[in-house]
């Protein structure tokens, strides 16, 4: 199960680098056309860029909940890996609320829709309205594997493996930016 979810992580996160790599394009288009006469104002460019930009939030709450780099903020002292585990369980099932409330609203909302267009490029507003509960699935799935390292490591049992991959910085292990 666990190489499904690394697969999936990174289909997740080659789908972000898309969104922001073609974000730039109506981006730009916007920029330049309204500096210069190079390129006629293209008024769908500022729809796709918002559409683009509304992927690109929810393809990095995807990927950050499984990085554990999005949901979590650092208040506690160093812990033992055990209360730290706990007090995860207890951080992640508030973020599980969140997961079903992002399932079950943002399904209704795809389904109320599915079958509208946008304004301007008459994009289908589905492929738009899919992003929410498309998040909130893959939160749950994440979270479940959270869960499952996590209460392994409070029970006193180790993870199988290591608990999440790395965020993909480009430095070497062990190594800071600075």
């Known amino acids: 199960m666990r190489t499904l979810l690394d697969g999936y992580h990174r289909v997740l996160t080659w789908l972000l680098v898309a969104s922001v790599a073609l974000l730039v394009i109506p981006v730009t288009l916007q920029i330049v056309s309204r500096y210069t006469a190079l390129f006629p104002a293209y008024i769908w460019t500022e729809e796709l ?6 992927w690109m939030v929810m393809l990095g ?38 997961a079903v409330v992002f399932l079950v609203w943002g399904w209704r909302f795809l389904m109320f829709g599915w079958s509208q267009t946008s304004e301007l490029a008459d994009l289908p507003m589905g492929f738009i309205f899919a992003a929410w509960p498309l998040a909130g699935a893959t939160w749950l799935l994440f979270l479940a594997e959270s869960f499952y390292d996590d209460l392994r490591t409070a029970s006193g049992r ?21």
Do not use: K
């Not at 860029?49 to 509304?54: E, V």
């Not at 199988?160 to 930016?177: K, Q, W």
């Open 158 to 178: 180790a993870p199988l493996v290591p608990e999440t991959p790395a965020p993909a910085t480009g430095l070497e292990p062990g190594r800071t930016a600075e």
């Open 49 to 54: 860029s918002r559409f683009l930009f509304i």
């Open 61 to 98: 709450a995807m990927i950050g909940l499984r990085e554990r780099t999005h949901f979590e903020v650092d208040v506690w002292p160093e812990l033992s890996p055990r209360r730290t585990a706990l007090l995860r369980i207890i951080a992640h099932l508030f973020v599980l609320v969140f």
